[in-house]
């Protein structure tokens, strides 16, 4: 990994699929690609989110509706891919949700259902049915926002923290599978950043104490070009702070 001396003018002109867009992380990582003349496809669960970034990246930004807590949204969400693009060179997948923070034994199963969905089981289905455009591009790769307690469990996680594992080991499994295809496939852990996900799980911290969302781009970036060759890791995005200067 050469990460200090990524020429930023070589990540242009990639058609990039950025989900939960409207909003920290994805946000950041959406107008960064735009600022560097990508095509961003950006997905938030209420459109009407995404019409900043609409109204100022105009033509090279695309809009489209996914919610995750439904199959036929995601079915809805590749068929209008299909229409509009022949190949995806980089998937993000971003979104997600927090559900409850309760030990297991206390869980809400409805809860619980519907956190695997978003995070584990839709996840699938979308990377799924968009592996097909990505074997388009000469160079593919697949992102996945991870989390530490996706690495190391935390009591009252529940399924938040199952899922992320679950998605380490898709990550990996993929890797495997889609070597053959020039795709790597790495998941990114955040770590502790300035988010409304994590306001919500952790209300009286200080977010202007932590990293805020633009801190950690480096590696989505690097992972997101066509110098990146890993694949099947995990990357911990707080030890590539300050590497690249944009």
Sequence with gaps: MNIENLDLQFLKSKTVLVTGSSKGIGLSIAEKLLDLGNIVIGTSREIESLGALSKKFNRNFYPMQLNLDSFESVESLTRHISEDFDKIDVLICNAGMLGELEYIENYNYETWCKTITVNLNNQFLLIQKLIPFIDKSKKGSIIITSSSVGQKPRENWGAYSISKYAMEGVSTML????????????????????????????????????????????????????????????????????????
Excluded: C, H, W
């Design 175 to 246: 890797s495997v599978e889609l070597k053959s295809k020039n795709i790597i496939v790495n998941t990114v852990n955040p770590g502790g950043t300035a988010t409304s996900m994590r306001r919500q799980a952790m209300p009286d911290e200080d977010q202007s104490k932590i990293p805020q969302p633009s801190d950690i781009l480096p590696i989505f970036l690097y992972l997101s070009s066509n110098e990146a060759y890993e694949t099947g890791q995990s990357f911990n995005a707080r030890d590539y702070i300050g590497l690249l200067n944009f």
